[in-house]
């Protein structure tokens, strides 16, 4: 089974920063995305950053120039530096791993897991 917690949110003042991590465990062979999305109620889940293949995409305009995804891809963790932080981006924010795991018969299956999420409050 593949494990993703997420960790690092809480409450801010407009104009403050706080760093998100996501790690992933388990019987791990591969990951090919690790992602952030967020969500408000009554809203749908919205895609914020993505490390694929290497790479940081940055997929919600009103978070460019604001935010930044990096990871390690050897202890399997990916962050969301925010900062600038608005009203408009409290959230819960949520971790996304896509990729390869080994089952319990020794054969190997896809995974996409989601994290629990985490509060993310920007207030004065």
């Known amino acids: 089974q593949v494990q993703v917690v997420e960790s690092g949110g809480g409450l801010v003042q407009p104009g403050g920063s706080l760093r998100l991590s996501c790690a992933a465990s388990?019987?791990?062979?591969?990951?090919?995305?690790m992602a952030w999305y967020r969500q408000t109620p009554g809203k749908e889940r919205e895609a914020v950053a993505t490390?694929?293949?290497?790479?940081?995409?940055i997929s919600s305009d009103s978070v460019k120039g604001r935010f930044t995804i990096s990871g390690d891809n050897a202890k399997k963790t990916v962050w969301l530096q925010m900062n600038d932080l608005k009203p408009e981006d409290t959230a819960v924010y949520y971790c996304?791993?896509?990729?390869?795991?080994?089952?319990?018969?020794?054969?190997?299956?896809?995974?996409?897991?989601w994290g629990q999420g985490t509060q993310v409050t920007v207030s004065s």
């Open positions: 996304h791993v896509v990729g390869l795991s080994r089952t319990r018969y020794g054969t190997w299956t896809d995974f996409d897991n």
């Open positions: 490390m694929t293949g290497g790479r940081s995409i």
């Open positions: 388990g019987n791990i062979y591969s990951i090919t995305e």
